[in-house]
């Protein structure tokens, strides 16, 4: 065998272990979680890419840094994705009153600690989703109206996405943690709702 073959065998099999290697890529931020030998995860599906928005015509660049904001269609409800830290809405024209949504308690900590009623709807990038008593409207661009995120759309930025469908309502989901939310006037679910890959 002469040295070329040797080297060309060599490269093939150096290939074929790095292939075969069990090592994960992480961002930075976020600790990799060990899988035991011959078990797996239970899974569900990732969400659908199928109608992304572009993520371009939604971004603000207030005080407090860069965040993706949008309006329902029907006006209602103004949302915004604050990257790696959670996603929000509250109401677009009732500040700061009650959400409204049926099933929302009547009371929540508020940033004191006295109970106070909540006014948003949050997902933490790692936590539940929850309603919240905000002190300042944090989910509303300003000067706004924001732009109207089109039924059947998803906006996936920084971790998180959203969409609007007028069957079930504004939904959101933390991509990190995959916990989310779905919520119109009619009510609440702590999930999140995908787009039809068949939706127009």
């Known amino acids: ?19 075969c290697s069990t090592g994960t890529v992480t961002d930075a931020d976020e600790s990799p979680t ?14 659908s890419n199928a ?17 993706y904001y949008f309006t329902s269609p029907s006006g209602n409800w103004a949302c915004a994705i604050i990257p790696r830290d959670k996603v929000g809405c509250q109401s677009a024209a009732n500040w700061p009153s009650a959400t409204g949504i049926t099933g929302a308690p009547d009371a ?7 109970t106070a009623t909540p006014n948003a709807l949050v997902i933490p990038r ?10 300042e409207p944090e989910f509303a661009l300003d000067p706004g109206p924001a732009k109207v995120l089109p039924f059947n759309r998803i906006l996936a ?5 959203c969409n609007v469908q007028e ?12 916990k989310g939310f ?11 709702t995908d787009v039809p890959v068949e939706a127009p």
Do not use: I, W
Request: net charge negative.
């Open 167 to 178: 069957s079930a309502g504004v939904s959101c989901l933390s991509e990190f943690s995959k």
């Open 182 to 192: 779905t919520f119109s006037a009619d009510g609440f679910v702590p999930q999140y």
């Open 157 to 161: 930025a920084a971790g998180f996405r």
């Open 51 to 67: 109608h992304l928005a572009n993520a371009f015509d939604y971004v603000a660049y207030p005080p407090a840094g860069t965040s």
């Open 126 to 135: 790692d936590g539940d989703a929850q309603f919240v008593a905000l002190e």
């Open 108 to 114: 929540v900590p508020g940033a004191d600690g006295d």
């Open 1 to 19: 065998m002469n040295a070329r073959t040797l080297s060309a065998a060599l490269a093939a099999v150096a290939t074929l272990a790095a292939g």
């Open 34 to 47: 060990a899988t035991p030998a011959g078990t797996s995860s239970p899974s569900t599906p990732p969400p």
